[in-house]
């Protein structure tokens, strides 16, 4: 591990983040990751957001584990394991990470600042690199895929999900209505066009594409209306449920190269 001493805090474990840091750790790098208190990860079977539900979790040969203290969350990225703790703000010494990466998605810059760690790396639009970070990396599906922009910004969110197995929107599964979300099926269910896949008070959710039901929010959940609930991917790899995808990969890919140009500049 020639990187141990150089701490990534990333900043959300969903299923991006959760390329990033699948990535990060397969280099050699120790990370942490924070989390809020209610995920909202859609893929839940391949993000490390589960632990904060779960207390732990296992994605493809990496542990994830909920901890609620810093020196024991340094401790544990150090041995190997990725901890998640809860916590919106960035978290006290002893964690002083050499690299944060705002992976949230929230297709804006919530807080995040260049001045919050020596690098400082961003997932997506709503970032200019130079200004509110140092990097920001591609998330759009095509050919800028995972690349790095070390000047401006990544391509603008079009608020249309990317093509899978042919199908774009129709694979997205949004509330009908707020309430409390309750489940019929679960991660790797197939599942048909039409058919109903759970409700909210009793209103029903139905699937607009058959396929196999790749990510969900949690059951108990209260929505609201519109909130994007499910994934059915109509390619139908049931066994792609539960791996990281190729997004994931390419864009973590991304923000691995940007570290490691950051390394090599600083040691020139």
Sequence with gaps: MIFRDHLVVVRGGGDLGTGVVFRLRRAGFPVIVLEIPQPMAI???????????????RIEDMDAILIDDPAT???????????????????????N???????????????????????????????TA????????????????????????????????GLV???????????????????????????????????INGVPIRSRVGGVVRGQLPAGYDVEWNWKLADVDPRAE????????????????????AVLSWLNRAAA
């Design 238 to 257: 049931r066994s792609a449920c539960f791996e990281i995808s190729d997004k994931s990969l390419s864009v973590g890919g991304g923000v691995v190269e």
């Design 130 to 161: 130079g200004e509110d970070c140092d990097a920001v990396i591609e998330t759009m599906r095509g050919h800028s895929l995972g690349r790095v922009i070390w000047e401006g910004s990544a391509s603008p969110n079009t608020g249309i999900p």
């Design 43 to 57: 893929r839940r079977s391949v993000a490390v957001a589960s632990a904060v539900l779960e207390g732990r979790a």
């Design 165 to 199: 197995g042919g199908e774009s929107a129709a694979r997205v599964v949004r509330a009908p209505t707020p309430g409390i979300l309750s489940w019929k099926v679960t991660i790797g269910d197939m599942v048909a066009t039409g058919q109903v896949l759970g409700d």
């Design 73 to 95: 969350a340094l401790e544990t990225a150090r041995s190997g394991a990725v901890p998640v703790m809860i916590d919106a703000a960035l978290p006290p010494p002893p964690i």
């Design 97 to 127: 990470p050499s690299v944060i990466v705002d992976a949230r998605l929230a297709k804006y810059n919530i807080d995040t600042t260049r001045e919050d760690a020596p690098l400082v790396v961003a997932l997506g639009p709503g970032f």
